[in-house]
């Protein structure tokens, strides 16, 4: 396995955004930096790379892990390069969430936190992702799939499989 590192201009970021905070305060920058090195090494926070951001952040690694184990936009295990993020809370759940969710677990044959066997998708059902006037919602990558309806789910994943979807 390679060593794990940022690339130099990563690096770059991550001083100009601990440099946001006061002098000894670098566990301020923790979040974004998490988000850094999900997106930069590997889509996923393994154990050597939260050591990695400890010792950049110069933190102990258990104040990295329990920011990381904490959030639900850090992933603690490999997935898929499209990660389905259902909002599974009341307004939702009361516009049809939990039939959305049932429709990609059998399409996709997945159980939540699992990742499809072709290794594109992973489902994640996701507490309030704060659009709840458009229910049922995903969240994917950067972007919300709002009004869903199975037609609607089956459209995106085609467009997924097609690599026709963007996700930042």
Not at 12 to 20: G, L, S
Not at 22 to 39: D, N
Not at 58 to 66: A, K
Not at 161 to 168: K, P, S
Request: contains cysteine.
């Amino acid at each position: 396995m390679s060593e794990i590192v940022f690339k130099p201009e990563t690096l770059e970021k991550v001083q100009t955004i601990i440099k946001r905070y006061p002098e000894g305060k670098s566990k301020s920058a923790l979040i974004p930096v998490l988000h850094l090195a999900q997106t930069e090494l590997g889509g996923w926070l393994s154990v050597p790379v939260m050591d990695y951001v400890a010792e950049v952040l110069n933190l102990l690694p258990i104040e990295v892990y329990e920011v990381a184990t904490f959030y639900s936009m850090f992933n603690m295990k490999p997935v898929g390069k499209y990660v389905l993020e259902v909002c599974r809370t009341g307004p939702c759940m009361l516009n049809g969430s939990e039939k959305i969710l049932d429709h990609i677990r059998t399409t996709l044959n997945i159980k939540d936190g699992e990742t499809s066997a072709d290794g594109l998708f992973t489902l994640k059902p996701a507490e309030c992702l704060g659009a709840c006037g458009y229910a049922p919602m995903m969240q994917l990558g950067k972007f919300y799939h709002e009004h869903l309806t199975i037609e609607k789910v089956d459209e995106i994943l085609q467009l997924c499989r097609e690599g026709q979807l963007a996700l930042d």
